[in-house]
């Protein structure tokens, strides 16, 4: 059992930026791939950004490649978000994710393919 817990979500400006984190609770948290989704107003979680169990490798969606950076810190367990240049369409309550996943090769897009979730961080940008 992994229980995730997200922090930093808060209203920013256009154009500002903002720094999400997760903190595992689990004694393996290096098996795990982790991930980011954000909410739909459809209720749908929509794939953000993903990383292997060793930060390896990353994954982003389209919309945030150039603006957004995952990251991890095995020794902490803990897994970031940064967020620069926000628009207004990156408001979304954002949740952590977690796959147990040693030796992946691919972060996966899939809510199907994580365990487990955090109860999610808002994040609210205004013009």
């Known amino acids: 059992q992994v229980q995730l817990s997200e922090s930093g979500g808060r209203l920013v400006r256009a154009g500002e930026s903002l720094r999400l984190s997760c903190v595992a609770s689990?004694?393996?948290?290096?098996?795990?791939?982790m991930a980011w989704f954000r909410q739909t107003p459809e209720n749908e979680r929509e794939f953000v950004a993903g990383?292997?169990?060793?930060?390896?490798?990353?994954r982003y969606a389209d919309g945030v490649k150039g603006r957004f950076t995952i990251s991890r810190d095995n020794a902490k367990n803990t897994v970031d978000l940064q967020m620069n240049s926000m628009k207004l369409e990156d408001t979304a309550v954002y949740l952590c994710?977690?796959?147990?996943?040693?030796?992946?090769?691919?972060?996966?897009?899939?809510?199907?393919?994580?365990?487990?979730w955090g109860q999610g961080t808002r994040a609210t940008v205004a013009s």
């Open positions: 990383i292997t169990w060793n930060g390896g490798l990353t």
């Open positions: 689990s004694d393996s948290f290096s098996n795990y791939a």
């Open positions: 994710a977690a796959r147990f996943a040693p030796n992946s090769a691919n972060p996966s897009i899939a809510p199907s393919q994580y365990t487990y």
